[in-house]
């Protein structure tokens, strides 16, 4: 493996993707709007509107809140006010699998700039007549995506757990974050859902002609997160360390499957002739 050579590849891909606005902005603003704007809009509705519903004898949102709580939470809950069991459930809980869509879509962007990035700017032929191979160029595109994916991933969850716990903590009066749940997503699931997106963007990327077009097909990876979200608030699933850790390990396997076949599959000959 000429590791140089896929340092720098890497790097330069980083780089010049953090350079566009296209690729800077969504890395920047989807964070900041689910790390810190959603836990202030949980606090806005905790800290007015559940009191004043409360106080008019309306508390027919927090029993239907309740019912999907699972018997796990029912105990820790239990203690607390109408605001506190809000932004325990909201906080802890229900935003989990959301958090994933976060290095899912900083992966994609990258990964999506990778090949389809490089034609539009004129500047792939120099990339795929350097000097590695196959499997060494494909790799380092990949690597040049996953990285700057788990680093955005890992910040966002620092910046979520001090939020979370600033706007719970006058209701709560302790800490509700970081759960194991959340801990697993972040070191866990987070980098295994970043290589998913990763992978099936930069195959998809490698055979479009635009960026737009590799990010909205990456972007379909979001899905299976959209499903987690939807089993949460049906109270179908509940998402439990142990759960946590059965996903993480089905994603790292769809991870494996899919690096496999880019490495069978991609050519970079295939790249040339549709210069």
Known sequence: MNWRAIAAIARK?????????????????????????????????????????????DTRE?????????????AQLQSMSATGVFLTFMLSYFLAPLY???PIMASTVIAADSF??????????????TPTTDGELLLAKMIGGWLPGILVGWVSFLIYCVVA????????????MPTPTWLLLALWV??????LALGVTVLVSSRVNTFQEANQMGGLVVLP???????QVSGVLFLSPLVAVAVG??????????????????????????L
Not at 37 to 47: D, E, K, R
Not at 122 to 127: F, H, M, P, R
Not at 225 to 231: A, D, E, Q, S
Not at 249 to 266: E, N
């Open 225 to 231: 997160v959209i499903l987690l979200v939807i089993g």
């Open 13 to 57: 891909d980083v780089t010049v993707s953090l350079r566009s606005k296209t690729v800077l902005l969504p890395m920047i603003l989807v964070p900041a709007m689910m790390m810190i704007g959603i836990p202030l809009i949980m606090a806005g509705v905790a800290y007015f509107v559940i009191p004043a519903a409360a106080a008019s004898g």
């Open 116 to 129: 389809a990035g490089e034609k539009e700017r004129k500047t792939l032929e120099a990339i795929v007549y």
């Open 62 to 74: 927090l029993q239907d809140l309740m019912e999907i709580v699972p018997m796990e939470m029912v």
């Open 165 to 176: 716990n600033a706007v719970a903590w006058p209701a709560v009066g302790a800490l509700v």
């Open 190 to 195: 987070g980098p295994a859902a970043s290589a």
């Open 249 to 274: 390990a089905g994603l790292w396997l769809v991870d494996g499957v899919i690096f496999y076949i880019g490495a069978r599959t991609f050519r970079r000959s295939e790249i040339i002739a549709r």
């Open 100 to 102: 994933l869509v976060i």
